[in-house]
């Protein structure tokens, strides 16, 4: 090949870069790139949308801080913790909890599973109530019996403080290779249903920004009202969130949440009631902010402090419930694995906390 022909594409070549070159210099110029540029990220005209701006593309979390504590005034209490009733908790959870109960001169034991005996390990269910002040059931998924509802029942109304957390159905999976799927559901329906309350059937979601904690099933909650159990409380987050609906005219919705939250199911937006009171006895349709991974999210832990002053706070008659229940009553007697795996012959109290 003559060089005439090699030099002749060749210098088309050059002159085609250099005029690239040229351009990309010219734009760089007029654009203001150079030491006065600004910085890649920032506010230009025509460049950059608002929602990919640093401030708005981080994401930020909710404040993490406050701490749980219950006012000690020198009257100790006894607080029964739920675990007969397949509840899906386990006991480090509720250590936070159980700490600051104990640190304000508090007594809190968990009951065991107790298989086919009835109650924890007593004669009958009734004369345990009787020892306790308060009881805390965190997401049973075992049904009450009769008398055990009937017991709570008089229980509440003869002062005794019962709260009740709860979860939506939840899909589970199990079974390694052979792997199956089943559906948890909350089991005290029949127990809140005596109270004017129950749990939804469907969870909640809210993908509006200002009404989640950085995730669209974190939702957002504010008090209904002043109450005590709302006391100090502007907002609070809860990860997995039912709604509570009432069936009876005396309870009372204390919180909801925010407008914007849907049903995962039906996408039916609403002012959801996520927690509810009647008289001495309080439903929660979540347990997520109890662990400490969201405790002190927004005003959780003061929301938490505000549950545990409720407990605390009753006056139960030493007499309540009356008589016995024993024959198809009692914690345990569906033979559940009661959360935290103990088995023994009576209420087992938390050796780690110390007043």
Do not use: C, W
Request: charged share 20%.
């Amino acid at each position: 090949m003559k060089p005439g022909n090699v030099l002749k594409p060749l210098g088309v070549f050059v002159v085609v870069i250099a005029v690239i070159l040229a351009g990309t210099a010219v734009v760089a110029t007029l654009s203001g790139s150079g030491s006065g540029a600004q910085a890649d990220g920032e506010d230009i005209q025509g460049q950059s949308p608002e929602q990919f701006q640093p401030e708005n593309a981080i994401a930020t979390s909710a404040p993490e801080d406050g701490e749980l504590s219950v006012d000690g005034d020198g009257e100790e209490k006894r607080i029964l913790v739920d675990s007969g009733h397949g509840n899906r908790y386990s006991q480090l959870e509720l250590t936070p909890v159980e700490e600051a109960l104990v640190q304000a001169g508090h007594e809190v034991d968990y009951t065991p599973d107790t298989g086919s005996n009835g109650g924890f390990g007593e004669s009958n269910y009734n004369e345990t109530l009787r020892q306790y002040d308060a009881v805390l059931i965190v997401q049973p998924t075992s049904s009450f019996t009769d008398a055990e509802i009937a017991g709570l029942e008089a229980y509440a109304e003869g002062g005794g403080r019962v709260v009740v957390l709860g979860e939506p159905p939840q899909l589970t999976v199990s079974g390694g290779f052979t792997a199956q799927v089943s559906e948890v559901r909350f089991g005290a329906q029949d127990l809140t249903n005596e109270f004017g309350l129950r749990m939804g059937s469907d969870g909640l979601y809210n993908i509006e920004d200002e009404q989640n904690d950085n995730n669209y099933e974190s939702i957002v909650a504010n008090p209904d009202g002043d109450t005590d159990l709302t006391e100090g409380v502007d907002s609070v987050t809860f990860d997995s969130a039912g709604f509570v609906v009432q069936t009876g005219d005396d309870a009372e919705v204390r919180m909801r949440a925010t407008s914007g939250t849907q049903t995962l199911e039906r996408r039916q937006s609403g002012e959801y009631p996520v927690v509810a009171q009647n008289g001495n006895f309080v439903l929660v349709a979540d347990t997520s902010f109890l662990k400490s991974s969201e405790l002190y999210d927004m005003d959780n832990e003061q929301f938490v402090n505000n549950l545990l002053e409720f407990l605390v706070s009753g006056d139960k008659d030493e007499d309540v419930p009356e008589g016995s229940s024993s024959g198809d009553g009692g914690f345990g007697s569906d033979g559940g694995d009661g959360g935290d795996g103990q088995s023994s012959n009576g209420p087992t109290t938390t050796p780690t906390a110390t007043p």
